[in-house]
């Protein structure tokens, strides 16, 4: 692939350029173009009005390989806006020239590793901005309001975080206000591979989408319907919101997306959640997926922490996975809780004392999957015999209820609130939380 020429040059024409967080971005047009492009591949249209307000420039996240990501850089002409592309830092800096308010028009074309990396040998292709692999520019944890449309050839099918409207054959679009800029991911699939099911359930009705020759057994159909149903009235209760909140932009239950990727398995995208297909058909039991169906409460979309941030995966991660729990020894029983537990137990006492066993407070990032799959919830397990079960989930549910989509966000909100639910048990969390 050819590098970025264009925007090499522009760079070493403009130099360094100070930034600023974009306070106010408006009329955000975005036009993906799958026909014609290699996997992982799509051509990309973009416009939006920025508002500088004070600063004189602003930095938004944008691009991912620095060799590779982004090719054919181009930006309408302007001349009230200089810009330039910081691949090594996965930016574009805009500069203004006199206006306050200036219109910005590009086109690229995107290469997503990440999805290739992850899918590119099977028969979905999902892009996410979760991996670092930032496909259009944005202001990262800020609100917007984006026009979207998606082309495609026949040949591929689309699911997105929103609800798509089918414009013609190969055009859908859409129009999402307030959401969370870095919030959009999409899922290509090869329509001739899939299936595809409408199930009613007495929540609303439930789209599956499975590949042909390795769908699930009527049993693991129904058993999936069964705890989706469940999972989303027990987490509704406990969160006080239901799962479906037109004011967050979820007007539906998940459809569910089963892919044979070789690599991560399984994400929650606010409108569907992917999963693999390989172990939905096969594995014992379906747990996993509940966790996912949590993530609408507890999880990147919601408790905006940054990466690198102490503490991080605990709260993004550990304690959805503990709150999993709960859904099971409330659906299951004790024993079933106790079974996940003893799980949680094998799975980190082979690596207790071993350089692998960090403190949750070191999980900036999530790479460590026993420490905050595992070891974050047998800790919570020990915090909720001293407190009480229904004492700490009300805790984290109203930890959900006041910080979801508050940035910045740190580890020290949660002990803070802790605290004020639980008083004098904050230095037990605090311990638990810093030890090795």
């Known amino acids: 692939m050819k590098k970025l020429a264009f ?5 070493a024409a403009l130099g360094t ?11 955000y047009t975005l036009v993906i173009d799958k026909r014609g492009c290699d996997a992982a591949n799509m051509l990309v249209d973009c416009s939006f009005r920025l508002d500088f307000e004070e600063a004189d420039s602003v930095a938004l996240a944008f691009g991912g390989d620095p060799e590779l990501s982004v090719e054919h850089l181009t930006f309408g002409a302007n001349p009230r806006l200089e810009a330039r592309y910081d691949a090594a830092d996965k930016r574009l800096l805009l500069r203004r020239s006199g206006a306050q308010s200036v219109p910005v028009r590009m086109s690229y074309n995107y290469t997503n590793l990440s999805a290739f990396f992850i899918y590119g040998a099977g028969n979905a292709e999902l892009w996410e901005t979760s991996y670092g692999e930032f496909y259009y520019p944005i202001p990262t944890n800020g609100r917007m309001e984006l026009t979207l449309e998606v082309r495609t050839p026949d040949s591929l099918s689309l699911l997105g975080s929103y609800p798509l409207r089918r414009i013609d054959a190969g055009r859908h679009a859409c129009t999402v206000k307030g959401m969370l800029a870095q919030s959009l991911s999409l899922a290509f699939f090869r329509t001739e591979a899939y299936t595809h099911s409408a199930e009613a359930t007495a929540g609303g009705d439930i789209d599956i989408y499975q590949l042909a020759g390795m769908e699930c057994t009527p049993e693991r159909r129904n058993e999936l319907l069964t705890l989706t149903q469940a999972a989303t009235d027990y987490f509704g209760r406990i969160y006080g919101e239901t799962y479906r909140a037109p004011q967050r932009n979820i007007p539906s239950l998940p459809t569910f997306l089963f892919h044979d990727g070789k690599g991560f398995s399984n994400r929650y995208n606010i409108g569907f959640i992917s999963a693999s297909q390989e172990k939905f058909s096969t594995y014992p039991d379906i747990y996993p997926l509940v966790h996912e169906i949590g993530h609408r409460w507890l999880g990147e979309w919601t408790l905006l922490i940054d990466d690198g941030e102490p503490g991080a995966y605990f709260i993004k991660e550990s304690l959805n996975e503990f709150m999993t729990l709960m859904f099971i020894r409330h659906h299951f029983g004790e024993e079933a809780y106790r079974a996940q537990l003893e799980r949680c137990e094998r799975e980190y006492r082979a690596i207790e004392g071993t350089p692998g066993d960090e403190p949750l407070i070191a999980m900036v990032r999530n790479d460590n999957n026993t420490v905050v799959y595992r070891k974050g919830p047998l800790l ?14 009300e805790a984290i549910a109203g930890f959900y209820r006041e910080y979801c989509g508050r940035h910045p966000l740190a580890y020290e909100d949660f002990a803070a609130w802790f605290e004020r639910c639980c008083p004098g048990r904050g230095a037990l969390l605090n311990e638990l939380i810093t030890r090795k």
């Open 7 to 11: 925007a090499l040059l522009l760079a």
């Open 380 to 393: 919570l397990d020990r915090l909720a015999r001293h407190i009480g079960y229904d004492r700490l989930t």
């Open 17 to 27: 350029m100070p930034e600023a967080r974009a306070q106010r971005i408006s009329d």
